[in-house]
Nanobody
């Protein structure tokens, strides 16, 4: 599985960005998908995760720091997982990584930089 992120950039505080991650191999439906981020000097942290469930069986979890501002979604037909980020804050500045995982198997994208600054 190859994961390619896009959509990062520079945005002012209070602005919005949408990150997308495209996967290869038509296997997205088998994997739980997530977005992580890593700021300079910090460990990589989980931002949001969405499981393989459909309809009422689908669950989404978010870091406390992004609840109410970020939304994760997945498009099975296009093998895309997105992260809509609203009301961005300077502390959201980081490299954001797409992740696909099931069991002990993990795949990572190359990361995309998000910078929130005025």
């Amino acid at each position: 599985v190859q994961l390619v992120e896009s959509g990062g950039g520079l945005v002012q505080p209070g602005g919005s960005l949408r990150l997308s991650c495209a996967g290869s191999g038509r296997v997205f439906s088998f994997y739980n998908l997530a977005w992580y981020r890593q700021a300079p000097g910090n460990q990589r942290e989980l931002v949001a995760e969405i499981n393989t469930g459909v309809g009422s069986r689908q669950t989404k979890t978010y870091a406390e720091s992004v609840k109410g501002r970020f939304t994760i979604s997945r498009e099975e037909s296009n093998d895309i997982v997105s992260l809509q980020m609203n009301d961005l804050k300077p502390e959201d500045t980081a490299v954001y990584y797409c992740n696909a995982h099931v069991g002990e198997i993990n795949y990572w994208g190359q990361g995309t930089q998000v910078t929130v600054a005025s």
